[in-house]
């Protein structure tokens, strides 16, 4: 008997230490774009958006005068509340990116609550460049502030001003974003899917894209999700996301405020 209460109190002894072994660590994130997490994909495996994707609106034309034409009208949202959400847009680089979803999700997007989907939405981030960059160089669009300098919701850096406008790179993974949370929440994919919209279209109000590359970045977001759907890797994470996403979702006590009425039309 003294052996088995012996035993049993080593038992108990090694069962609360090995709990304290695996209590589960704060979870730990990247800060920005220097220490960004890389992509799902490869070089080898990664569709490239020059072979798919149409060239911008010609000069001259009717689509690109309708371009001109929005990035001008778009310059009187200076100041409204449509202005100060695409200022909050512009942020696309930090774990905390996707709270711009909060509105449509009806609760909070805390990244240390759904690490494996914070990390999985970082990374498309990564793929996303790998994606679009052959058509960014081999397209090189100027952006409309730089052709026709008028107000920004952001003070555009060198490296922006330098970069290709066609197509948008924010709007890709905006509605890459708004697709695989739409799956997670497929109760609340009409205002995902109209937030997704929204964050590309902020691209435009900011005056930093025209409504077409807008668009043409929406089917690279297409093609980001498409590609990853195929990918174990991402299958196996989404999988895991999806349990996280629940379980913070029925934890959360406090129902967010519904989207601003200002994101639910088009603004060109």
Known sequence: MSLALALGGCAGAVSTQTAAVVAPAPATFWEGFRDHPHGYLTAENTPNAANFLPPPPAEGSLREQADIAAYREMRALEGTERWAI???????????????????????????????????????????????????KGYFRKRPFVVEPLPTC?????????SGSYPSGHSALGWAWSLVLAELA??????????????????????????????????????????????????????????????????????????????TRQPW
Not at 209 to 238: C, M, N
């Open 186 to 263: 497929p109760d609340r994919a009409d205002a995902i899917l109209r937030r997704g919209l929204a964050y590309g279209e902020s691209r435009a109000v900011c005056g930093v894209h025209y409504p077409s590359d807008v668009e043409a970045g929406r089917i690279v977001g297409a093609t980001i999700v498409t590609r990853l759907k195929a990918d174990p890797a991402f299958q196996a994470d989404f999988a895991r996301a999806k349990e996280e996403f629940e379980a913070a979702r029925a934890a959360a006590t406090e129902a967010t405020a519904a989207c601003p009425a200002s994101l």
């Open 86 to 136: 695409a200022r909050a847009d512009n942020e696309i680089e930090t774990p905390g990116a996707p709270r711009a979803f909060d509105c449509a999700l009806g609760f909070k997007f805390e990244p240390e609550k759904m690490p494996t989907l914070t990390l999985l939405m970082g990374k498309m981030l990564g793929d996303l460049e790998m994606i679009q960059t052959p058509a960014k």
């Open 154 to 162: 952001i003070a555009p850096e060198s490296w922006l001003a330098a």
